[in-house]
């Protein structure tokens, strides 16, 4: 299967170069590795950093990896309407700052939010005119092979990964557009032209 765009996606105008873009898609599909790479070869382009109630692993800086806080400071966020989407995981909560993004988008950067199906959907109501991607594996056996391939996780682990990554793909009608990762360097190139930045 070839790297394609589907539902009729096309380059941004020049007039929505602002539009913000969300990618989303199953856990183990590459989204990391596609920003990542994409990021290297523009790094004009602006990745929001999530706020989050978990405590900084070793290395990790506040404001560069994510905006470490605690629940009472994360409570004010969602009370004040400072979050465009949050969600809990694992016993922490993570959360995208709408006001960095607003600020981003007014300056004309070109803005990519890497979140999951729950922050998209909440990103669609509460910013309708954002770009929502979906990133898909080349297929079903690719994914599983790419989920279990890690070895770190117990197999009851793996089988709530696949289960929730069969909800994820069931939900890829939602999107705008749709990329299928057969090559990190394609899609990140198909993603910019989305994007509108050459």
């Given amino acids: 299967m070839t ?21 989303s898609g199953p856990s183990g599909v590459g989204k ?7 990021r290297k070869e523009h790094p004009e382009v602006w990745l929001s950093v999530s706020a989050t109630t978990r405590r900084p692993r070793p290395g990790e800086r506040h404001g560069v990896e994510y905006f470490f806080m605690d629940g009472e400071e994360f409570d004010k966020l969602i009370a004040n309407g400072e979050l465009l989407e949050w969600a809990e995981f694992a016993g922490n909560r993570y959360g995208t ?3 960095a993004v607003l ?23 509460s910013m309708p005119e954002a770009q929502l991607v979906f990133l898909a594996p080349p ?3 690719e994914l599983v092979r790419r989920l279990t391939g890690r070895g770190t996780e117990s197999p009851e682990v793996i089988e709530r990964r696949l289960a929730a990554a069969r909800e994820e793909l ?12 057969t090559s ?5 190139a198909e993603l910019l032209a989305l994007m509108n930045v050459e």
Wanted: hydrophobic share 40%; aromatic share 2%; proline share 8%.
């Fill in 3 to 23: 790297t394609a765009v589907s539902r009729g996606a096309t380059p941004a105008p020049p007039e929505a170069r602002t539009r913000l873009t969300v990618l």
């Fill in 32 to 38: 990391s590795t596609v920003v990542a790479h994409l």
């Fill in 97 to 99: 700052p709408r006001r």
């Fill in 103 to 125: 600020d981003r988008l007014e300056a004309g950067s070109p803005v990519l939010l890497e979140i999951d199906l729950q922050g998209a959907r909440l990103v669609r109501e």
């Fill in 139 to 141: 297929s079903w056996d």
């Fill in 170 to 181: 069931a939900a890829e009608p939602e999107f705008d557009a749709t990329l299928v990762n």
């Fill in 184 to 188: 990190v360097e394609e899609v990140s």
